[in-house]
């Protein structure tokens, strides 16, 4: 998995911040991908909309592949304005795979 630096590099342009600003939600991961790459972008974009763009995020699809592979992170992301809402949007095994990913956390952090 990429670091959180590979995320930090992550910077929208003057059309994608009029978009963001315009935006009360926006939605990340259909057709994203899960390459190291696709997950960067994923959470690069979760952090720029929480962070900086103060709008909701919906998490669906390969955003919610990319929660599970910096479920570490992604608990490190803060919101601005009141911490707009984040709603994740997982089936059966996206759920499946987030609670794996999410126990694991939590057995590092006990063990650290």
């Known amino acids: 998995a990429t670091s959180e630096a590979a995320d930090a590099s992550f910077s929208p342009n003057e059309t994608l911040r009029g978009l963001f600003g315009a935006a009360h939600a926006v939605c990340v991961g259909p057709g994203l991908g899960r390459e190291d ?7 690069g ?3 720029y909309a ?3 763009a103060g ?3 919906v998490v669906d699809a390969d955003g919610l592949w990319a929660v599970k592979e910096r479920l570490g992170d992604f608990a490190g992301i803060t919101g601005r304005d009141g911490c707009p809402a984040v709603f994740l949007t997982p089936n059966k095994p996206e759920m499946g795979r987030l609670v794996a990913a999410a126990a694991r956390e939590f057995g590092r952090a006990l063990s650290g």
């Open 37 to 43: 790459e696709a997950v960067a972008l994923a959470m």
């Open 45 to 47: 974009v979760l952090r």
């Open 50 to 52: 929480l962070e900086d």
């Open 55 to 57: 709008v909701a995020v």
